[in-house]
């Protein structure tokens, strides 16, 4: 069944990219919703061995963590594979929910359509208090901590812990990176955050990364 999901995979790439998806002027600026690279596979890998059901990401920026944990988590659920032709599931059938925090509208493409359940539109410091307590099994928030003040950033880590039922996951960069946006302030940097704080929060399980903490709250 190898080179059938393969062709399953790139289907759905095709599917999902082959429509005019118009990016904001202000992409080709410096200040984006992108993250290290250098942290991808050890950040999905350790959403494998976790294996969730239920996942929210705080701050969605593109949807790469959405399509990838969709993509590792479904792996051939996602379609219906025969002997003659490959058809995508019906949503309903997919086995895990991803829901999606993102406070800037602009940067929603159908990348996001796809891989989504729902993405909640807002300031993440106002969603998170409304949302019931452990209700995802993890909590993602990658290269989110550094764009809040230290008092709110530890609010916001207390916020997470609340809302996960198996763990949360951040991720922050090691050393400050001045970054201001005036097309969208919720870009700017505004924290330097160490091990030791993060790990003073509940954060103790630290993932080896030469750029970025990333620090694991279990909960179970």
């Known amino acids: 069944m190898i080179y059938p999901i393969r062709f399953a995979i790139r289907y759905s790439l095709f599917t999902i990219f082959n429509s005019e998806i118009k990016l904001p002027s ?26 969730p059901v239920s996942i929210l990401d705080v701050g969605v920026g593109m949807g790469q963590y959405g399509f990838l944990t969709r993509l590792h ?23 895990v929910r991803i829901d999606g ?7 929603l ?16 410091l106002k969603i998170l208090p409304t ?13 989110i901590l ?21 763990a949360a ?16 302030p919720y870009e700017n940097h505004r924290s330097l955050w160490e091990k030791e704080k993060l790990i003073e929060n509940d954060f103790s399980k630290i993932l080896d990364n030469d750029f970025c903490w990333i620090g694991v709250c279990s909960l179970c």
């Not at 080709?28 to 991808?40: A, V």
């Not at 925090?101 to 940067?107: F, W």
Request: charged share 25%.
């Open 131 to 143: 949302l019931p307590d452990k209700r995802y099994e993890l909590i993602l928030a990658i290269d």
């Open 73 to 95: 988590l479904e792996h051939h659920n996602l379609f219906h594979i025969g002997e003659n032709d490959i058809t995508p599931r019906d949503r309903k059938e997919w086995r």
């Open 109 to 124: 493409t159908p990348v996001h359509d796809y891989c989504y359940n729902q993405i909640m539109i807002g300031d993440a």
């Open 146 to 166: 550094e764009h809040f003040t230290q008092s709110d950033g530890i609010i916001f880590l207390s916020q997470l812990k609340r809302v996960a039922k198996k």
């Open 26 to 51: 202000h992409f080709l600026s410096n200040s984006m919703p992108f993250s290290k690279t250098s942290q991808i596979s050890t950040i999905i890998e350790y959403i494998e061995h976790l294996n």
């Open 101 to 107: 925090i993102e406070g800037y509208k602009a940067y």
């Open 169 to 184: 996951l951040i991720s922050t960069p090691k050393t400050f990176i001045p970054q201001d946006s005036n097309a969208n």
